[in-house]
């Protein structure tokens, strides 16, 4: 089946750092890309969807200058968070489809972001 | 409203049995879309099945099966010969409409399988 890559899986920082989490379609081009972020014990939660050569989509609630997201080409989105604090440490996700309403979506292995 | 409602927070089931893992959803958009995932404690997201709203016939992917019942809006996972290593959270997703590929989750089934 079709993967996809992040990188790193792991990463611990200080406060006021920033962070770039990668998102790579290994064996398809992704025209859209979506990232998630999950706390211990809780379902998926969407950021924002990412849309290869114009600006992502925040979902309500998420802080775009927060959370910058860039999406380079057809097979990599970066996600990176800028001025990370504790709150921020969490369990990011990335996804990729391979058509628009395809019947399967792809996730990344993700991400665990531990802020210090 | 919630649009996808797991209202099992955790299930048991013994080696070698079937389970059925409950999801309701809600949407009056007539193309949809139903997934079921895996996550193990690993973390890594594995899709097993999914189910379009305009499938005539119920998903079947191996030892998992799509309870799809439109009428009552449910897509009820089924797992049947349960194993050891089936053990995980699982969650019910739904795409809603077709011009779009973004999933919204319910809050998951965490499976835990006894010999």
């Known amino acids: 089946g079709a993967v996809v890559s992040q990188h790193p899986s792991r990463v611990i920082c200080k406060s006021g750092t920033s962070v770039k989490i990668e998102c790579r379609s290994l064996?398809?081009?992704?025209?859209?890309m979506f990232w998630y972020r999950q706390f211990p014990k809780q379902s998926l939660m969407l950021m924002a969807t990412?849309?290869?050569?114009?600006?992502?989509?925040?979902e309500q609630g998420v802080e775009k200058d927060k959370f910058l997201i860039n999406h380079a080409s057809l097979t990599l989105s970066t996600l990176t968070v800028t001025s990370a604090h504790p709150e921020d440490s969490s369990f990011y996700i990335c996804?990729?489809?391979?058509?628009?309403?395809?019947?399967?979506?792809?996730f990344g292995p993700g991400t665990r972001l531990t802020v210090l | 409203a919630q649009k996808i409602t797991q209202t099992q927070p955790g299930m048991f089931v013994q080696e070698k049995e079937a389970v059925t893992l409950d999801c309701t959803y809600d949407t009056s958009d007539p193309s949809y879309g139903l997934f079921w995932y895996k996550q193990p404690s690993s973390g890594e997201m594995i899709f097993l099945i999914y189910q379009g709203s305009y499938d005539q016939q119920n998903a079947t992917e191996g030892r998992y099966s799509l309870n799809f019942q439109k009428a009552r809006k449910s897509a009820n996972l089924v797992i049947s010969a349960s194993q050891l290593g089936d053990s995980a959270m699982y969650f019910c997703a739904m795409r809603e409409g077709r011009y779009t590929d973004k999933l919204i989750f319910g809050t998951g089934t965490r499976l835990q399988v006894f010999p």
């Open positions: 064996d398809f081009q992704a025209t859209t």
């Open positions: 990412s849309n290869e050569g114009s600006k992502a989509t925040y």
């Open positions: 996804s990729a489809s391979p058509g628009l309403a395809a019947d399967t979506q792809y």
